[in-house]
T-cell receptor, first 113, second 111 residues
Framework: DGGITQSPKYLFRKEGQNVTLSCEQN?????MYWYRQDPGQGLRLIYY???????QKGDIAEGYSVSREKKESFPLTVTSAQKNPTAFYLC????????????FGPGTRLTVL | GQQLNQSPQSMFIQEGEDVSMNCTSS?????WLWYKQDPGEGPVLLIA?????ELTSNGRLTAQFGITRKDSFLNISASIPSDVGIYFC???????????FGKGTKLTVNP
């Protein structure tokens, strides 16, 4: 089955701790994206990567970091510098650079206590 | 960052009714996408539009790429309870690697 997986579905962390969210895809897509979704809001872009070993900041990159060591994987680290980390995080991928049809994973709900 | 103006914010309808929602911008877009999101899940792509004036259907869903390239519309005919969810529009401008999203239209269908 081809698709995008995110784990875990729910994540709880104490304030001040870094946490890493997993995103894996087996669609052979070049580009991958991380979004943050808050209640009643649209999706805001955190980071994106068009190719392995390269990534760019999105609109709200502060307090987050990413890596793209493999084509299939694009993990997101929420650092202690992120002032308001509790949110629903969505990973997406598209077939090519500038690919317009993005396909989303099921999301990870992060709660920082 | 830029956002799309999506309306209405929410809709409450009876099963069997038709639904219309739209997305507008002050800028031109080359691609319009419509997604549906169920609670606690990731958005699912419904329809993709690539040409001004294009009208595309997916079952009971029909979407149009506005002639001015600054808007798009989604219609759902004969709504059913499983249509409940949040519908997002997204657009991509020429030369950009990114999508811009609307804030969503929350649809409630009463049986």
């Amino acid at each position: 089955d081809g698709g995008i997986t995110q784990s875990p579905k729910y994540l709880f962390r104490k304030e001040g701790q870094n946490v890493t969210l997993s995103c894996e895809q087996n669609l052979n897509h070049d580009a991958m994206y991380w979004y943050r979704q808050d209640p009643g809001q649209g999706l805001r872009l955190i980071y994106y990567s068009q190719i392995v070993n390269d990534f760019q900041k999105g609109d709200i990159a502060e307090g987050y970091s990413v890596s793209r060591e493999k084509k299939e994987s694009f993990p997101l680290t929420v650092t202690s510098a992120q002032k308001n980390p509790t949110a629903f995080y969505l990973c997406a991928s598209s077939i090519s650079q500038g690919g317009n049809e993005q396909f989303f994973g099921p999301g990870t709900r992060l709660t920082v206590l | 960052g830029q956002q799309l103006n999506q309306s209405p914010q929410s809709m409450f309808i009876q099963e069997g009714e038709d639904v219309s929602m739209n997305c507008t911008s002050s800028s031109i877009f080359n691609t319009w996408l419509w997604y549906k999101q169920d609670p606690g899940e990731g958005p699912v792509l419904l329809i993709a539009l690539y040409k001004a004036g294009e009208l595309t259907s997916n079952g009971r869903l029909t979407a149009q790429f506005g002639i001015t390239r600054k808007d798009s519309f989604l219609n759902i005919s004969a709504s059913i309870p499983s249509d409940v969810g949040i519908y997002f529009c997204a657009g991509q401008q020429g030369g950009s690697e990114k999508l811009v999203f609307g804030k969503g239209t929350k649809l409630t269908v009463n049986p």
